[in-house]
C-alpha cells in the first residue's frame, strides 16, 4: 500500500519558522539564503514564490515575488509582493543593496586607487596601463560616472 499523499500546503507550512517578524523557510535553501520547495517531482521553486501563490493566488507570467523585509528566506505572505525585474532593482538601490565600488565582483579598482587616479596629473591612458583597465575606463572614474560614491 502506497503511503498517503500530504497535500502541497501542508507539506510547505510545516517547513515554516513563523516568527514575531518573519515566516522563516527551515527546508532546503539556495547559495543566496531563498528556500527551493519540491512542489511534485522534478518541479522546485522558491519558497516564496510557493507562499505567495498559496495564500494570494497565481503569480502573472514576467512578474517575480519581492521583499518587503528582505531576508530571503522570509515566506511570510504579508512581506511579499509582486514586482518587475525593474521593480526589483530599484527596491535594491534604495534599500542600499546595490553592490558598490570594490563590492561589485568583477571590479579592478579600490577605493585607494579611484582616489589616486583622481589626484592624478598622468595621461588617462597611462593610469590605464598602471591599473589594467581601459581609458573609458579612467575617464568614467574622472567623471564620476561610475565610483561616484567615492
Known amino acids: ?7 502541497v500546503e501542508i507539506r510547505f507550512w510545516s517547513k515554516v519558522n513563523r516568527t514575531q517578524t518573519c515566516w522563516l523557510w527551515t527546508g532546503r535553501l539556495d547559495v543566496d539564503g531563498y528556500g527551493n520547495f519540491t512542489v511534485r517531482k522534478g518541479q522546485t521553486e522558491k519558497a ?3 507562499a505567495f501563490k498559496l495564500k494570494k493566488g497565481p503569480v502573472p507570467v ?9 531576508v530571503p528566506a522570509c515566506v511570510r505572505p504579508k512581506h511579499l509582493f509582486l514586482g518587475t525585474h525593474r521593480d526589483n532593482q ?5 534599500k542600499g543593496r546595490q553592490a558598490r565600488g570594490s563590492k561589485v565582483s568583477s571590479s579592478k579598482l579600490t577605493k585607494v586607487s579611484v582616489l589616486a587616479i583622481r589626484a592624478s596629473e598622468d595621461r588617462q591612458v597611462d593610469l590605464a596601463v598602471k591599473y589594467g583597465v ?3 575606463a579612467i575617464s ?3 567623471t564620476r560616472k561610475v565610483w561616484g560614491h567615492i
Open 48 to 50: 516564496h514564490r510557493v
Open 134 to 136: 581601459s581609458q573609458a
Open 62 to 70: 514576467g512578474l517575480l515575488v519581492l521583499h518587503r523585509c528582505d
Open 90 to 94: 530599484a527596491d535594491k538601490v534604495t
Open 1 to 7: 500500500m502506497a503511503p498517503p499523499i500530504i497535500p
Open 140 to 142: 568614467a572614474v574622472i
